[in-house]
């Protein structure tokens, strides 16, 4: 049993925190009733962390709300801090990624090992950071989870060995070495029945084929598994054969010890002992892991421009207070978590705008592992299956087979998580099929079928898929969303990355989505009316669905980049975007717009680790853009190093130069630093920056000088 495991079924204090994590599921179904509608806001990024120890560290995996495009990493050798680069994929949601904004992911502090903080920060539209922090030096890999959702962190101690069957994996062939990876990914994230086949498959292969040392790890896997499972007999059975055909293995010792702890949990009580009135393991009441984390926050921010030398100014004040919280209770069997994050927003400025309420989570999901079954009710978003966001409603998921699944979800779409109450008038239902290795090793994937009503008229019907590839040198991924009854492709997405060389990775994208993503609701806009509801009084369904087509423009692009590696502290990176967005019909008293493109952009990077101070990163990059509509070259510079042992420093500086075709030419200067400071479980935050927009050219150009500043403080528990 882990350190952070407890038994619950004895002792008030077991009991306390059993109460306080079914007290924190209780909110997750509870807590919408009565909340205020709130303003549009853009969409959170993190979700959720697991981190589990292994031989030389710790395996983290970061779950993050929408699909991502892992870049680039650093440091490449061994830091405190990880900096991970990523491009957030749209595929087609109704939530902008252009909103995207700094937020912290609560770490849950009796099992974090040297972990201290998780950050996600959008820096523009295609780039976002993923930071990490770690009270000791380590030595990171990474890669993008299985499902391009997610990031995969091994973080070893300097000089440590690696993981049992992944030194040896390197030696493996291909497939067999794949194997083995993907069982151990399978039976972190509790998919027991699919490891279990994985493992099978390795120990079914000819000897010649796989390494002594390969079988050797797969058979005390599979014991692993099945003990895990409640499985006894069958886990003594296969400690019991690594025992015979490897008596003298590196894990003979550690394999007896489990044999014997099964034999002597089996074994009949003697006759003079008392029976216990202690339930077994497994057993109602039995020992059951609980934990409670989560963070409070409050920021205060303030902006404010002056225009020229009129004495105009524009300011925003705001007080934002955050809550995320998570309850989780598992057993051998069986896991529960509910899981709440809110926002609720002070407008001190005198523009009238009205306090907010915003909830971007708040849910329950249980889990039977034992039976390959899942089920999360309340306010969530997915990003695969069709949908389109956020929904208020049930998922849920049987493994019917070790190599697939099926799920079906209903529910309440969400336009935005500021929506407290759902619209009772719109609502969606769908199913999907989750496959893995069926005819290719190494490919997963999904086809979906989903459809979306709204005041009786059909919103959306869709089917499509998503395909996954993964090697030990490449990731590739591809999406498609087709809507039957507009006969339009919603979204075309394909990704891949190929690691060329040890010290070269080649990126490609391609993409097609229609903008925004083509629902019978996008009739709505230009129109005077609030919903689909009195829009149907003038018009019939037909009717509207032309507007929502005429409405729509498609959005083609492809990027083609590259990252090098010269030296270990340095990397290289360019980056070469081509797209081109279609025009859009005249009608119903809205004026169409006019195509744009092909507009063209290039950027190259040169990222630094240990620079200034040891594990400080420095960043370079050059951006040119070229579109009909106007042109601008911009450099950006930061930094990200630490002071004095507790504080961090992050430097920034922006300029750009912008000339548009329709309005006039400007240059833009934008400085900023930003410090943190931590103290245990709490973290301090400043950041102050400027802009300064001086006129080059143009009747209608204006001289522009601004500020801002950010405080805040984070509690962590």
């Known amino acids: 049993m882990s350190g952070w495991a407890r038994d619950v079924s004895t002792g008030s204090n077991g009991w306390t925190s059993c109460v306080l994590a079914l007290v924190v599921v209780a909110v997750s179904v509870l807590g919408t009733v009565g909340l205020a509608r709130a303003q549009v806001r853009g969409t959170r990024a993190l979700r959720s962390v697991t981190i589990d120890g292994t031989e030389s560290g710790w395996a983290i995996e970061v779950q993050l709300e929408f699909p991502i495009r892992y870049l680039r990493h650093s440091p490449q050798r061994p830091g405190r801090t990880l900096h991970i680069e990523v491009d957030p994929l749209d595929l087609g949601s109704a939530e902008a990624l252009e909103g995207l904004a700094r937020e912290s992911l609560p770490v849950p502090t009796s099992r974090s090992g040297p972990l201290r903080s998780i950050v996600f920060e959008g820096t523009s539209a295609n780039q976002a950071i993923v930071e990490l922090q ?4 380590l030595v990171f890999t990474v890669e993008p989870g ?3 959702r ?3 962190i091994q973080a070893n101690l300097p000089g440590a060995a690696k993981p049992a069957g992944i030194e040896q994996a390197a030696d493996a062939p291909p497939q067999v070495a794949a194997l083995l990876v993907r069982a151990r990914h399978a039976i972190r994230d509790g998919e027991l029945d699919l490891a279990i086949a994985l493992l099978t498959r390795v120990l079914e292969m000819p000897e010649a084929g796989v390494p002594v040392e390969i079988r050797m790890d797969a058979r005390e896997l599979v014991g692993v598994t099945h003990e895990r499972r409640g499985q006894r007999a069958h886990a003594a059975a296969e400690y019991e054969a690594y025992l015979a055909d490897h008596p003298d293995g590196p894990a003979a010792t550690r394999v007896r010890q489990r044999l014997e702890a099964l034999r002597t949990a089996s074994a009949p009580p003697s006759a003079d002992l008392r029976r216990s009135t202690r339930p077994a393991l497994g057993q109602s009441g039995a020992p059951i892991r609980r934990e409670v984390f989560g963070s409070l926050a409050a920021r205060y921010f303030r902006n404010e421009v002056r225009v020229d030398d009129d004495d105009t100014e524009f300011s925003a004040s705001d007080v934002l207070a955050d809550v995320d919280l998570a309850g989780r209770l598992d057993a051998e069997t069986w896991s529960l978590r509910g899981d709440f994050t809110g926002t609720y927003d002070v407008d001190l400025g005198d523009e009238g705008r009205s306090d907010d309420v915003r909830i971007s989570r708040l849910m329950i999901r249980g889990d039977d592992l034992a039976h390959g079954l899942e ?3 309340g306010r969530q978003r997915r990003t695969n299956g069709g949908v389109l966001g956020r ?4 998922y849920a998921a049987a493994r019917l087979h070790p190599s697939w699944k099926v799920s079906f979800l209903t529910g309440l779409p969400v336009e935005t ?13 769908g199913g999907s099929v989750d496959f893995e290795s069926l005819p290719i090793e190494g490919l997963q994937g999904q086809v979906f079928a989903i459809g979306q009503r709204a005041y009786s008229m059909t919103d959306r019907t869709a089917i499509g898929g998503e395909l996954r590839y993964a090697t030990d040198r490449t990731y590739s991924f591809t999406y498609l969303d087709y809507d039957v009854v507009f006969d339009s492709l919603n979204t075309f997405l394909a990704s891949s990355t190929w690691r060329a060389t040890d010290a070269t990775d080649l990126r490609l994208l391609v993409e097609r989505r229609n903008a925004p993503a083509l629902t019978l609701q996008t009739a709505l806009q230009g129109q005077f009316v609030d919903d689909l509801d009195e829009l149907k009084q003038t018009r019939s369904e037909s009717e509207i669905r032309d507007l929502a087509l005429d409405r729509t423009a498609a959005i083609w692009l492809g990027t083609l980049g590259a990252t090098h590696r010269p030296i270990e502290r340095l990397q290289v990176s360019t980056d070469l975007t081509v797209s081109h967005v279609s025009g859009t019909e005249s009608s119903a008293g809205v004026i169409g717009s006019e195509a744009s493109g092909p507009d063209f952009g290039g950027t190259v990077q040169l990222l630094l680790s240990d620079w200034l ?8 990059s050059v951006r040119y853009f070229e579109g009909d509509a106007y042109r601008s070259f911009m450099t950006m510079a930061y930094s990200r190093f630490n002071l004095l042992g507790a504080f961090r420093v992050l430097p920034r500086l922006r300029w750009e130069w912008q000339d548009s075709k329709l309005d006039d030419s400007r240059s833009v200067l934008r400085p900023s630093v930003e ?7 709490w973290l301090l935050n400043t950041e102050l920056g400027a802009q300064w927009e001086e006129p080059i050219s143009g009747a209608g150009a204006v001289r522009e000088v601004g500020y801002f500043i950010e405080a805040g403080v984070r509690w962590q528990f």
């Open 150 to 152: 997610s990031l995969r």
């Open 675 to 681: 410090v943190d400071w931590r103290h245990r479980s």
């Open 613 to 620: 101070v040891e594990n400080g990163i420095g960043s370079v």
């Open 134 to 137: 770690f009270s000791q030096s």
């Open 146 to 148: 299985a499902d391009q």
């Open 391 to 394: 929904f208020d409603g049930l």
């Open 417 to 429: 998580y500021a929506d407290a109450l759902p619209n009772a008038e719109t609502w969606l239902f």
């Open 375 to 377: 089920a999360t009710l």
